[in-house]
């Protein structure tokens, strides 16, 4: 799920800075809903100018873009192109790391990154799968501001998550 808000990032950030979203990279870290998202626009590849306005705006609108799709559609449907568009993307990464290419991705993994058992930022994808979860790296004080807010709303969630997974586990057992 973590490709699926690149794949926006980079599409708006792009749009933003007059790019071929080919390419951009955007690293989103965090987790996948509202402001779990973290767009890292200043880690975009190749690095861009954009106004704290601008930064403030894309950030918003990258962690709001699967509801701005809903809204869209009027509650009629979701992104279904972009979300098999990210699959496919993970997919070809995965395949590229299994045969020995050197592939990094941002991916939602059990993690020592921050205090949070699971968060997503860079890993390096090789023949065993997830081989190196990468650091944050240097964030400006907006993403650092984000980052907190980003780790407190997703403590929430994953607790929420090893809780379904436990008593689904257990209900399959039974």
Do not use: W
Not at 66 to 73: I, L
Not at 85 to 108: D, I, M, N, P, T
């Amino acid at each position: 799920v973590t490709t699926l808000d690149i794949v926006r990032a980079d599409k708006f950030v792009a749009e933003a800075a007059g790019l071929d979203v080919a390419k951009v990279d955007v690293p989103v870290i965090g987790g996948h809903a509202g402001a779990t998202i973290l767009p890292l626009l200043s880690q975009t590849t190749p690095a861009v100018e954009l106004s704290q306005e601008q930064i403030e705006a894309l950030t918003t609108r990258i962690q709001n873009a699967g509801t701005e799709v809903v809204e869209a559609k009027a509650g009629a449907g979701s992104a279904t192109l972009s979300m098999a568009y990210a699959a496919a993307r993970f997919g070809e990464a995965c395949l590229k790391g299994l045969s020995g290419e050197r592939v990094f991705e941002c991916s939602f993994v059990a993690s020592d990154v921050t205090e949070l058992e699971f968060f997503s930022t860079k890993v390096r994808l090789g023949p065993n799968g997830a081989e190196e979860v990468l650091p944050i790296g240097e964030i400006t004080d907006f993403e650092q501001k984000g980052l907190v807010e980003c780790k407190e709303t997703l403590k929430g969630s994953i607790e929420k998550g090893k809780k379904f997974a436990q008593e689904s586990g257990e209900a399959l057992a039974a």
